[in-house]
């Protein structure tokens, strides 16, 4: 019997006989097994590569996100250093263009220039009146929201132009020069000075009825004057900013009564960045306190030593007579004390009663082997504190060559 296979045939819609050894035979048991676990070992595979490329592109996303948070911030921080350092505002976009700006962003111009002597207020007007009659056609409006009608000085609820004030209106009977409504241009200009109308939050124009009336307006800048007072040292390094300071650097600045700490100030940060204001650790009293008290006689008699008289008392803490030293200011004090003495002798330093250090002297047979004993200390103390050299028991003794000293001074502020 011949091996024949039908296959139909849509076209001519007729079967065919093909022989059944043209079919390719299926393979065998083992080969199909490793076929399909190849096809599994791939498929594996496929599905850790899926689960990478997920991985890769959500730590891309955070990475695009971060980028993103990061160019916000520089494009911030370029805007803020090209206005620390240009310190201008120029009068158009092209003038920012020469300025070097090439980023595409908001910038703020001033047409008129800037405080280059245009007043802050000027109308200038071609038959049109500020205030024709009874009739107000211009006003602005001052910080509290009330409509003003004065265009110099401070002159509140009254209708006033500068020209009024110094008798030069084109019309001498009236208060401003526009109020004529004269056939060409005039103006009237002015500056408000009244500090507490100011800052200007609206102007309103009106009044131009007919084709022939024009009229124009320029508010300038507000401007702020004042003195530093240079006598007294700035308390921050914002304050310093706001003083007009834009350089990086070290600067004195007065933290706490009495010192002057040296901090670095990075003006190129913004004030609420924890690097914007440095601290060193280096600082300067204000007042230097420094003191050398003597003494040209015995001193046998138990108690706080009486000085004679001082070689340097800078700073007034050291009272001679009474034996007493008061720190001024807060801080850390070196103070010195040496006595000339031929019998037992103990010398106490003290701090408020308490005794901080001791300077002892030996029993010693006569005046030719008499000691000069010493001691130094350092010692924190607060405003108020006092410190004395203070006889425990013997002599502290001493000649016109002054040998009893007690010195003091104030190495570093708190």
Partial sequence: MN???????NRGQNCEEIPVKSIPEPGKAPDLEEILSNILGKMEELAKDNTELKRSNARLNVENVNIRSHLNVMEERVQYLEAVTRQITPPTCGSLADLGITRTGTYLVDPDGVLRGDPPIQYDCLSTALKAGE?????????????????????????????????????????????????????????????????????????LRLDFQQARHTLGALVCKGHNPLDRPTRSCSS????????????????????????????????????????????????????????????????????????????????????????????????????????????????????KGQAYADDVYGYDDGQTPGQSIL?????????????????????????????GYLLYPL
Avoid at 303 to 320: H, K, L, Q, W, Y
């Fill in 3 to 9: 091996n024949f296979a039908k296959l139909w045939n």
């Fill in 240 to 355: 310093l900013r706001q003083a007009g300071h834009t350089r990086t650097g070290y600067y004195l600045i007065n933290t706490r009564e009495g010192r002057l700490d040296v901090a670095l100030c990075q003006m190129d940060l913004d004030e609420t960045d924890p690097k914007f204001q440095l601290e060193t650790g280096a600082r300067i009293a204000v007042e230097n306190v420094y003191f050398d008290a003597y003494l040209v006689n015995y001193q046998t008699n138990s108690g706080r030593i009486r000085f004679d008289g001082t070689e340097v008392n800078i700073g007034d803490a050291m009272s001679p007579s009474t034996g007493i030293f008061t720190a001024p200011t807060p801080g850390i004090y070196a103070f010195h004390l040496h006595y000339f003495s031929d019998i037992e002798t103990q010398v106490n330093l003290r701090q408020n009663g308490i005794v």
């Fill in 135 to 207: 009739t107000q056609n211009a006003r602005w409006v001052d910080r509290h929201g009330d409509p003003q009608y004065y265009w110099d000085g401070a002159h509140a609820e009254k209708h006033m132009c500068r020209c009024g004030l110094t008798d030069e209106c084109v019309d001498p009977t009236l208060p401003c020069n526009c109020d004529a409504e004269a056939p060409q241009w005039e103006s009237d200009s002015g500056a408000i000075t009244n500090r507490t109308a100011l800052p200007i939050t609206e102007l309103r124009f009106g009044g």
């Fill in 379 to 407: 010692l924190t103390l607060d405003a108020g504190d006092q410190v004395d050299a203070y006889l425990d028991f013997g002599s502290a003794g001493s000649t016109s060559d002054r040998n009893v000293h007690f010195v």
